[in-house]
């Protein structure tokens, strides 16, 4: 059974551009979240895709976008690249909208913005 | 709005010792508490969670009860391993209309053979 999968791993970016990182939830789930967790800092929440539709979002601006197609997966964009976006960004996935279930993660996608 | 605060680290010790890593949180209702591991150049794994108050959390020797009169969440383990070695984050999921985690800072661990 497939965990979460990310990609691309690594990528680097020059500032200005425009970026799509990909992920296909865990078999079986139909919710994902995007997570950006900077060097020695915890996650923070992006936003929640479920049925197609962004669901929650949290504090990231309009640059930060992304889609959920039928089969789950999704895409997260960043575009007009700054240098403070360069991260691990992490998806995440669970079966439903519940509070109490349990979201896994991918291994995430290190983008260095130059 | 929603919090989590863990004890700040680097926390070093000797293989065999006892582990406890502070985790408090602020968020109204009840919200569902977790435990993640992140090990060197991994994404998270959950190591652990509960889901409603004086529940106990436990995996891989490591333990953790949500107690609301405190609102706390420690993580224990009572004898670590140098496999142990990683990064701790603690994280609430508040519930009702909110479904995103909000993570503590983390706290590294490391252990010493």
């Known amino acids: 059974d497939a965990g979460v999968t990310q990609s691309p791993t690594h990528l680097i970016k020059t500032r200005g551009q425009q970026v799509t990182l990909r992920c296909s939830p865990k078999?079986?789930?139909?919710?994902v979240s995007w997570y950006q967790q900077a060097l020695g800092q915890g996650p923070q929440f992006i936003f929640q895709?479920?049925?197609?539709?962004?669901?929650q979002r949290g504090n990231f601006p309009d640059r930060f976008s992304g889609h959920q197609f039928p089969n789950y997966s999704s895409e997260l964009n960043v575009n007009a690249l700054l240098l403070g976006d360069s991260a691990l960004y992490l998806c995440?996935?669970?079966?439903?909208?519940?509070?109490?279930?349990?979201?896994?993660f991918g291994e995430g996608s290190w983008l260095t913005v130059v | 709005g929603d919090s989590v605060t863990q004890m700040e680290g680097p926390v070093t010790l000797s293989e065999e010792a006892f582990l406890t890593i502070n985790c408090t949180y602020t968020?109204?209702?009840?919200?569902?508490l977790f435990w993640y591991v992140q090990y060197p150049g991994e994404g998270l794994q959950l190591l652990l969670k509960a889901t409603k108050a004086d529940d106990k959390g436990s995996n891989k020797g490591f333990e953790a009860t949500y107690r609301k009169e405190t609102t706390s969440f420690h993580l224990e383990k009572g004898s670590v391993q140098v496999s142990d070695s990683a990064v701790y984050f603690c994280?609430?999921?508040?519930?009702?209309?909110?479904?995103?985690?909000?993570f503590g800072s983390g706290t590294q661990l490391t252990v010493l053979p």
């Open positions: 078999s079986g789930h139909d919710t």
């Open positions: 994280a609430l999921n508040p519930g009702g209309s909110a479904r995103q985690l909000t």
């Open positions: 968020a109204t209702g009840y919200p569902s």
């Open positions: 895709y479920y049925e197609e539709e962004e669901r």
């Open positions: 995440a996935s669970s079966r439903g909208l519940g509070s109490g279930n349990t979201i896994y």
